[in-house]
């Protein structure tokens, strides 16, 4: 298994253009999530979804971000227009179910709005 | 408010040697506590996963404790080695009925070893 695959590894955009993060989860795993890492906050949960349904988007910072599942394989998040402060690690994480062991995250990405 | 503290912010040690790594949290009620290693530029791998009834569990030299009535786990690492140098997070799960996946975060113990 090649565990949550994320992709790009590294962006570097500037202001105001739009960034799209992508994600594919493990398969069979029903839940997926988008994390953010900064310094000063750590890691911050920003949408999850259960079975490609959105269910909780509290952590999603302003309308400038959007994440859809349109399969059970493949997800995005998408920032626009992007800002500097936009700056961070993203993760992406999948679970296979309630219990929450399995819980994987992907490597990251890394975005940078200059 | 659930949060999740984690001490020391910083640890430097020399390889060969054992440390401890606390954490304290108020989420309430409680459902899980994990422990996930982040070494730089990876995501947090998952090291132990503790119930309300386990009090301790291993990972090879990973030992987590857990102690529900006082809130407060630790890590502790044996005979640390120059790989265990990583961030440590400690990540409590709230049990929100029907499902458990509010996780709160610690901000990390960043473990330094030095040769």
């Known amino acids: 298994d090649a565990g949550v695959i994320q992709s790009p590894r590294h962006e570097v955009t500037e202001m105001g253009q739009e960034v799209t993060l992508r994600c594919k989860p493990i398969?069979?795993?029903?839940?997926l999530f988008w994390y953010r890492q900064t310094m000063m906050r750590g890691l911050e949960l920003l949408i999850y979804?259960?079975?490609?349904?959105?269910?909780?988007d509290s952590g999603m910072p302003e309308d400038r971000f959007s994440a859809k599942m349109p399969n059970a394989s493949f997800s995005t998040l998408k920032i626009q227009p992007s800002e500097p402060r936009d700056s961070a690690v993203y993760f992406c994480?999948?679970?296979?179910?309630?219990?929450?062991?399995?819980?994987?995250f992907g490597s990251g990405t890394r975005l940078t709005v200059v | 408010k659930n949060q999740v503290e984690q001490s020391p912010q910083s640890l430097i040690i020399l390889e060969g040697k054992n440390c401890t790594l606390q954490?304290?949290?108020?989420?309430?009620?409680?459902?899980?506590l994990r422990w996930y290693k982040q070494d730089t530029g990876r995501g947090p791998v998952s090291l132990t996963i503790?119930?309300?009834?386990?009090n301790t569990k291993s990972n090879g030299r990973y030992t987590a404790t857990l102690d529900a009535d006082t809130k407060q786990s630790s890590l502790h690492i044996t005979a640390s080695q120059l790989s265990d140098s990583a961030s440590y997070i400690c990540?409590?799960?709230?049990?929100?009925?029907?499902?458990?996946?509010?996780?709160?975060f610690g901000k990390g113990t960043l473990l330094t070893v030095n040769p």
């Open positions: 398969s069979g795993h029903d839940y």
């Open positions: 503790m119930t309300f009834s386990e």
């Open positions: 954490c304290n949290y108020t989420v309430s009620p409680f459902s899980n």
């Open positions: 994480a999948s679970s296979p179910g309630q219990a929450g062991y399995g819980y994987t």
């Open positions: 979804f259960n079975n490609n349904v959105p269910i909780d």
């Open positions: 990540v409590v799960s709230k049990n929100s009925g029907g499902s458990n996946y509010k996780l709160t």
